[in-house]
């Protein structure tokens, strides 16, 4: 798919700029042409201000919070540069059983599911590295991400399978993976639906979409009343089912399905709409063909229709990971990031410490949070993302 | 307001768990926005230590209207002032208490709760009956336990009867000598499983309530015992909302008789040494959490919106506004004033019957003549200590995440690391100035 453009932009000269110190005289035409040589940068000199000062500096000067400790003192405030400080408190310290979770020792269900996917990283690392030249930055790269993969499921091994406790970090995996999985296979499947000739198709489409209207606060309040078994509107269901006293979100995994759900509800609209644009704009022409060579509906999807909306499912599933490692309204709002800490994303875990003025804490976190966003990001995109765009 | 004064107001709320650090970050940076800040006077070490709010003492001596004496001992010398000098208004009389319902007890033969163990009883009692009449059971105690809310002062209510019983002085938080928390012993150990054990006769979803919600459910009648600040009175007057309308008795917290002996770390029954102040020799130690919405000016307003903030806080707390403003639920605001305590006629005007106003502030009277008496944590970094260390343990201990040993292990060491971080000895101090110890 990937083409070499041409250049748009005209081959620089230094001439024209070089010319007053060579003693040229001034000509309209060198004039003219130094302007327009200067033009690009004045007009883009705003913008790159506005983000030097809104983007740039926040971000190192967090960078620089995330190193020290903030204290209000007569007049002002103080900064105390502390080194490494925050970051030990967040992996070894204080912080650790609400950021890393409580890490139990590894059982057998936790090797087991240590090894298996540990084995699965390390041959799809081979495979990977097989298929092209193997040259020193690829396996830097590649050695990388499975260097940190392996990381993520020893954490999962020990938290989730061996019968500890995730932490905030693994929690928002949770959120990640598994919501935007799930909200890519409904929205997959609710488009594939639309873009058939179903009565009433259009009507679907506007009722499908209208939960990515809403306020993601106003959702989450919606879902605090639903999930509400004593007082909700499904409390006479409840009742009758003699579930009266039992409350889901009161469970850890009930509290993060809940968020899930919520999530899940708002999101998936996103994925839909996407996802229905791209059926909708494939050629025809194969699956005319496919019909006439005898394939069935199954055999067309996988074989036809899916390789043609791959580079778009793949770009919006990689936006839907970026902007779901933020997720902090739903659980904020539907249960506080309770029970205990069980449904505490990496945002909230921010919030809850900038909320009492740890300011180095917070800026841990959320750095931690950018690391891993940017890990994820990267990692999408030179393994999954850019193979799907290729392969057309 | 406009009209007495000439004085426009304009008014930014701002949610309750941003208010500490909204207004902190305001002033630090020193944008100054906010020229009178309504708060809570517990935080008042973190804004009076480096210099941000006004000191009031001369201009509430030279206000006679605002009847500075009127206001009860405890918000004066305590809630309002800060060493020495007085930093707020008082708009609010906070401590908490239990409230039972009165029709429901009476049925039963049964007295009010004396200590945490009658609580429990009286709780498992109603747990799962029909309490008021729409056929569905309800609960035997309903008390707010979400996180990021009010549930630390809840469970500091139960907690206090058994660490401080020699006093307001002793200090329920830290010893004031080490400036080590009290919260590796038994009797915070017993405290927690307490705190716990209301749980299993609760609402199931318990841990998802705040006082919003365990509000609504005492004046619907949903529950039999809650634990709050004085609002339910006042709430459970209102015709729109309440279905207990003079069912409702309010006490002074229950207390133990067992209190914590702080060499030992033991527990050790009340007798006339370890329990001075007990009553029937049971230990009470009344809670101030939270102290109380309180206003104050910011040093750095200009001289002439100071005048008029001073104004319109006066004005809040004379006597003619405030006395209306204590009747009504919605306002948060509970009594303060002794008039308020001393004026019957005021409460049945507002819809209270006469036994039920007489109940009410007879509880209110009996926790604020307390000398065992437990003013909330006011050091620097007291949000920390309270709003995320223990609001997190708490929540985390609920759910089962921790036991009561690693719960206790989690809060004191992630409270001296906060005391370290800022200084073991000037926490000391500080709070050993906030109990007014020399």
Not at chain 1, 218 to 230: E, H, P, Q, S
Not at chain 1, 238 to 258: F, K
Not at chain 1, 373 to 381: E, L, N, P
Not at chain 2, 188 to 199: C, M, P, Q, S, W
Request: hydrophobic share 45%; proline share 6%; charged share 15%.
């Amino acid at each position: 798919m990937r083409q070499t453009r041409p250049s748009v932009l005209p081959p620089r000269t230094g001439d024209a700029v070089a010319a007053p110190t060579r003693r040229i005289p001034l000509s309209r035409e060198r004039v003219v042409s130094w302007a327009d040589q200067q033009a690009g940068a004045v007009l883009v000199l705003p913008a790159v201000l506005v983000i030097l000062v809104l983007s740039i500096f926040p971000l190192l000067f967090s960078l620089y919070l995330s190193l020290s400790r903030f204290q209000p003192v007569s007049g002002g405030f103080e900064i105390h540069f502390r080194g490494l400080a925050n970051y030990r408190k967040l992996f070894v310290g204080s912080e650790q059983q609400q950021f890393l979770g409580q890490l139990a020792r590894l059982d057998t269900a936790g090797w087991l599911f240590f090894l298996a996917t540990g084995t699965l990283t390390v041959f799809l690392l081979g495979r990977a590295l097989r298929s092209g030249p193997l040259t020193f930055p690829r396996l830097l790269g590649h050695g990388t991400v499975a260097l940190g993969l392996l990381l993520a499921l020893w954490l999962i091994s020990r938290t989730v399978v061996s019968g500890g406790r995730p932490g905030t970090l693994v929690v928002t995996w949770v959120y990640v993976f598994g919501g935007v999985a799930l909200q890519f296979l409904i929205g997959l499947l609710l488009a594939a639906l639309c873009a058939q000739q179903l009565p009433g198709r259009r009507t679907f489409r506007v009722v499908f979409l209208l939960p990515m209207m809403l306020t993601p606060v106003g959702v989450a309040y919606t879902f605090r009343m639903l999930t509400d078994t004593g007082k909700g509107p499904f409390a006479p269901i409840a009742n009758w089912l003699g579930y009266a006293n039992v409350s889901w979100v009161n469970d850890p995994w009930g509290a993060r399905i809940a968020v899930m759900i919520g999530d899940l509800w708002q999101w998936t609209p996103f994925m839909f709409i996407v996802l229905l644009a791209a059926l909708e704009s494939q050629s025809p022409e194969p699956i005319e063909a496919a019909i006439v060579d005898g394939a069935n509906r199954w055999q067309i999807f996988w074989h036809i229709t899916l390789p043609q909306i791959a580079p778009v499912a793949s770009t919006v599933i990689l936006i839907r990971l970026i902007e779901a490692f933020k997720i902090v309204d739903m659980p904020y709002v539907l249960t506080g990031g309770g029970p205990g800490t069980a449904t505490e994303s990496l945002t909230l875990h921010t919030y809850v410490l900038w909320r009492s003025l740890d300011y180095g804490t917070s800026a841990a976190v959320a750095y931690t949070l950018l690391f891993v966003v940017t890990f994820v990001g990267i990692a999408y995109v030179r393994l999954l993302h850019r193979r799907v765009s290729e392969a057309l | 307001m406009q009209k007495l004064t000439g004085a426009k107001i304009n008014v930014i709320t701002v949610p309750f768990a941003d208010l500490y650090q909204k207004i902190l970050t305001d002033f630090t940076t020193g944008t100054n926005s906010y020229h009178v800040v309504v708060f809570a006077p517990q935080w008042m070490a973190d804004y009076v230590e480096p210099g941000y709010l006004e000191d009031l003492t001369p201009r509430i001596e030279a206000d006679p209207a605002l009847q500075w004496n009127d206001i009860g001992p405890f918000f004066r010398n305590f809630s309002a002032t800060y060493g020495g000098r007085i930093y707020t208004i008082p708009l609010d009389g906070d401590f908490q208490m239990v409230y039972y319902r009165t029709d429901l007890l009476e049925a039963e033969g049964l007295k009010p709760p004396e200590t945490w163990e009658d609580y429990l009883a009286i709780a498992q009692k109603f747990h799962g009956k029909d309490l008021n009449g729409d056929g569905v059971p309800d609960f035997g105690s309903g008390i707010a336990k979400r996180r990021g809310a009010q549930s630390y002062w809840m469970f500091w209510s139960i907690a206090a009867s058994f660490l401080q019983s020699q006093g307001t002085q002793q200090g329920a938080f830290f010893d004031v000598n080490t400036m080590e928390p009290l919260t590796m012993n038994e009797a915070f150990e017993r405290a927690l499983e307490i705190y716990k054990e209301t749980g299993k006769h609760g609402p199931p979803d318990e841990l998802n309530w705040d006082v919003g919600d365990s509000r609504a459910a005492f004046v619907t009648g949903r529950c039999a015992l809650t634990l709050d600040w004085g609002d339910i009175s006042t709430l459970a007057i209102d015709p729109e909302q309440s279905k207990v309308k003079d069912k409702v008795g309010a006490v002074i917290l229950p207390g133990t008789k067992e209190v914590l002996d702080r060499k030992a770390g033991k527990l050790v029954a009340c007798d006339q040494n370890t329990c001075p102040h007990a009553i029937n020799g049971v230990n009470h130690a009344p809670y101030a959490a939270f102290g109380g919405w309180s206003g104050a000016i910011n040093k750095n307003a200009p001289a002439k919106v100071k005048d008029a903030g001073y104004a319109f806080l006066s004005y809040m707390s004379q006597p003619a506004q405030a006395n209306v403003d204590v009747t009504i639920g919605k306002t948060g605001f509970n009594p303060y004033r002794i008039s308020q305590f001393e004026n019957i006629d005021l409460w049945v005007k507002a819809g209270m019957s006469e036994a039920a106003a007489k109940n009410y502030l007879g509880a209110i009277k009996a926790s604020l003549n307390s000398p065992n008496m437990v003013l909330d944590l006011r050091i620097p970094g007291a949000q920390r200590y309270q709003g995320v260390v223990l609001d997190t343990v708490l929540s985390r201990y609920l759910a089962g995440e921790l036991t009561t040993k690693q719960a206790m292990e989690e809060l004191t060491k992630g409270w001296n690391e906060i005391t370290d971080e800022l200084g073991r000895e000037k926490q000391k101090q500080a709070y050993r100035a906030s109990l007014s110890i020399r």
